[in-house]
């Protein structure tokens, strides 16, 4: 019988500024229903990235003009809650905050889901670090609609190294959780997207193989189907 989960691969972009955003905008659109933005506020990730203008300063900014895209954005930032704001005003399908920035405070963390779905964010997703426990998730889960599994030691910067041993990471999250979605995102290609789907992951966040790849569309169509063939 096949598997009846569905496979989301979403390209990612770090943009250093506008100009950033909207090339990979245009190159992901005839791809993929939807951009990941990765945001960095130089404190929680390093380099801080746009909108930041400084280490934890947020700069003035408007999307706006971007009304046509879909998009979400992986917020790696101490504190979230304002920036995601900012995001979801200018369009953000989902949002993903980190539970290390989150970190023990349940009720900040209804509070700003809450606020978050008012301004009408579709999906809130929570991050966790390669090397936090997942046990950290547990309080926070119910505000959450899927989790976001990091699987490179080191956030910030595309081009990191794909870590073998998220694997079973994501295998005990799947067989703990086997009906909230599973999304991983860091060094994720062609070549381990399969054992990554047979763990329990459908969601993906595809940063240099797929923007960095000569051909875009053609890595997008192999990275897909490499992840769909999983599922049979």
Not at 97 to 102: F, I, R
Not at 142 to 148: A, L, Q, R, S, T
Not at 163 to 180: N, Q, Y
């Amino acid at each position: 019988m096949n598997d009846e989960r569905h496979i989301e691969i979403d390209p990612t972009c770090v943009p250093r500024g506008i100009d950033d955003l909207c090339a990979a905008i245009a190159t992901s659109k005839s791809l993929s229903a939807s951009l990941h933005i990765d945001v960095n506020d130089g404190l929680f990730a390093r380099p801080f990235t746009w909108p930041y203008v400084e280490k934890g300063m947020v700069g003035e900014f408007d999307i706006s003009f971007l009304n046509d895209a879909i998009f979400g954005t992986h917020l790696m930032v101490s504190d979230a809650r304002e920036v995601g704001e900012f995001f979801i005003k200018a369009g953000a399908r989902s949002v993903i905050v980190h539970v290390e920035s989150v970190g023990s405070d349940v009720d900040a963390a209804h509070a700003m889901c809450d606020a978050w779905r008012v301004l009408g964010v579709r999906e809130i997703g929570l991050a966790i670090l390669l090397d936090t426990p997942t046990e950290d998730l547990n309080s926070l889960l119910p505000f959450f609609d899927f989790v976001h599994q990091m699987t490179i030691a080191t956030i910030g910067a595309q081009g990191a190294a794909f870590e073998p041993r998220s694997i079973d990471r994501i295998r005990d999250l799947h067989t703990r959780l086997p009906d909230f979605p599973i999304a991983v995102d860091g060094g994720v290609s062609a070549t381990n997207i399969a054992s990554l789907v047979q763990a329990g992951a459908t969601r993906f966040s595809v940063g240099s193989a797929i923007m960095r790849a000569p051909d875009p569309a053609l890595a997008y169509t192999d990275i897909k189907s490499t992840a769909e063939n999983a599922l049979q």
